[in-house]
């Protein structure tokens, strides 16, 4: 059972132009949402993330918007740069989780791809 | 280290040997995690320590796999009798604290052949 899905295993955008990596979960207690980006023989890092109580989070180039009765969230990145090449994984988690840490649920991933 | 350490970066098995992973995490980090990401699959969590409490290992696919967390530090996932559907690549990450803040490591890329 997939709670976080990311339907776009990948995605090319051109340089310059916007890239929107889209998520959809379906537990609705998670209330903390992450994006992860990925580069080929690396492990995750950290990018941006997003608590429920607000619907949009900036930071810098890269902006994640949640609408939580839809249950989905995304990930803007304005303007998209060769460097931004890379998986992307969306994550959520419920802070009241019974076993007392953040669990976190990650999905497939977007491999996007920027254009020079 | 500055980092989370993760070796070997590559194994190649035989079906049926066991094999064990190491993870040494960021010095001062309290939680650890093991993840696991098969081909076209999201990162599946598989186990978590955090200090000296009992270790939620409720991720773990079966009993072939087990995980120890040493002095609170240095974790090894073992896995014995190693099945082709266990090759992946095996993640750690560490934070210090058990509320988020991952810091990844490499990972180990494990192929059962």
């Not at chain 2, 803040?101 to 052949?113: A, D, E, H, K, P």
Request: glycine share 10%.
């Amino acid at each position: 059972d997939q709670q976080v899905k990311q339907n776009s295993p990948s995605l090319s955008v051109q340089e310059g132009r916007i890239s929107i990596l889209n998520c959809d979960y379906t537990n609705s207690m998670f209330d903390y949402f992450l994006w992860y980006k990925k580069y080929p023989a690396e492990g995750p890092t950290f990018l941006i993330s997003i608590s429920s109580i607000k619907d949009k989070n900036e930071d810098g180039r890269f902006t994640v918007f949640l609408n939580k009765s839809a249950k989905h969230l995304s990930l803007h990145i304005v303007p998209s740069q060769p460097g931004d090449s890379a998986v992307y994984f969306c994550a959520a988690s419920q802070s009241r989780y019974s076993g007392g840490y953040q669990k976190v649920t990650f999905g497939t991933g977007t491999k996007l791809q920027v254009i020079p | 280290g500055a980092g989370v350490s993760q070796s070997p970066s590559n194994k190649v098995t035989e079906k049926g040997k066991d094999v064990e992973l190491r993870c040494d995490p960021i010095s001062g980090h309290t939680a650890l995690y093991w993840y696991r990401q098969s081909l076209g699959q999201g990162l599946e969590f598989l186990i978590y320590f955090q200090g000296n409490s009992a270790p939620d290992k409720s991720g773990l696919p079966s009993d072939r796999f087990s995980a120890e967390r040493t002095g609170g530090s240095v974790s090894t996932l073992t896995i014995q009798r190693t099945q082709q559907e266990d090759s992946a690549v095996y993640l750690c990450a560490s934070s210090p604290h058990g509320r988020g803040g991952y810091t990844f490591g490499s990972g180990t890329r494990l192929t059962v052949v």
